[in-house]
C-alpha cells in the first residue's frame, strides 16, 4: 500500500506521537513540513530504526525541516481526558506550535486532531508517509530524552532502559518503590497501587 500526495497541496504537516502505552510521563508528539526541495534519506517508522539513526536524523530534520514542533499532554491531562483524548490535544497543540501553517495535516493512525486545516488519518502512516516519519522521529528522539532525564531523578526505576512501557522491570520496580508523581494514575498496574497507598 502507497501513500499519493495530494497534487494541488504545498505545504503538508506529518504529526505521529510516541507515549501511549507507558505508565509513566507525558505522551509526545511531533508535527514536520518537510522542504521538498531539501530531502532527507532513510526516513522510516521511527520503532524501526536504531537509536543512534534516530538521534542522526532527529538533527537533520531540524536542520532541513521548513516548519517542526513538539506538542504533549502530561500525566495529569491523561488521567483527566483518557489517553486518546489526551493524545488528540497533543497532536493539536503541535500543529498549532508550527511557525508555518500547513494547508494539509497528515495523521498516523484513524483519528485525526480537531485542527483548524483539512486533515486526514493514515494507518500505517509512519512507514508510508516521509512527513510523519519525520514526526515520529522527532517524537520518539524527544520522549526518551525525558525518560533519561528521569532515569537521573529516579535512578531505581530503571526508565532509561524500559522507557516507562510496562515491562516485567517496570512492573517489579513500580511494585517495590510504589508509584511516583509522574505516573499516570488511571493506568491499571498503577492505579491499583494508587488506590493501596
Known amino acids: 500500500m502507497e501513500f499519493t500526495y495530494p497534487t494541488d497541496v504545498e505545504l503538508i504537516a506529518g504529526v505521529d506521537e510516541v507515549g501511549r502505552g507507558p505508565l509513566v510521563g507525558a505522551v509526545v508528539?511531533?508535527?514536520?513540513?518537510?522542504?521538498?526541495?531539501?530531502?532527507?534519506?532513510?526516513?522510516?517508522?521511527?520503532?524501526?530504526?536504531s537509536e543512534k539513526k534516530r538521534l542522526a536524523l532527529a538533527?537533520?530534520?531540524?536542520?532541513?525541516?521548513?516548519?517542526?514542533s513538539l506538542g504533549r499532554a502530561e500525566p495529569e491531562e491523561i488521567d483527566e481526558l483518557n489517553i486518546l483524548h489526551a493524545?488528540?490535544?497533543?497532536?493539536?497543540?503541535?500543529?498549532?506550535?508550527?511557525?508555518?501553517?500547513?494547508?494539509?495535516?497528515?495523521?498516523d493512525g484513524n483519528r485525526v486532531p480537531d485542527v483548524v486545516m483539512p486533515a486526514q488519518a493514515i494507518v500505517k502512516g509512519d512507514s508510508l508517509v516521509a512527513e510523519i516519519s519525520a514526526a515520529s522521529i522527532l517524537a520518539k528522539v524527544a520522549?526518551?530524552?525525558?525518560?533519561?532525564?528521569?532515569d537521573k531523578?529516579?535512578?531505581q526505576y530503571a526508565f532509561a532502559k524500559h522507557k516507562g512501557y510496562p515491562t516485567k522491570l517496570h512492573l517489579e520496580k513500580l511494585a517495590e518503590f510504589g508509584p511516583l508523581?509522574?505516573?499516570?494514575?488511571?493506568?491499571?498496574p498503577v492505579r491499583k497501587l494508587f488506590n493501596n497507598v
Not at 520522549?143 to 528521569?150: K, N, S, T, V
Open 181 to 188: 508523581p509522574e505516573h499516570r494514575r488511571s493506568f491499571s
Open 29 to 49: 508528539t511531533a508535527a514536520v513540513i518537510l522542504d521538498p526541495n531539501n530531502p532527507i534519506e532513510g526516513l522510516n517508522d521511527s520503532k524501526k530504526l
Open 87 to 107: 493524545t488528540m490535544l497533543a497532536m493539536k497543540r503541535a500543529v498549532e506550535n508550527l511557525k508555518i501553517q500547513p494547508h494539509l495535516v497528515l495523521v
Open 153 to 155: 531523578q529516579y535512578p
Open 143 to 150: 520522549r526518551d530524552h525525558e525518560m533519561e532525564e528521569l
Open 59 to 68: 538533527e537533520e530534520i531540524k536542520q532541513k525541516a521548513l516548519a517542526w
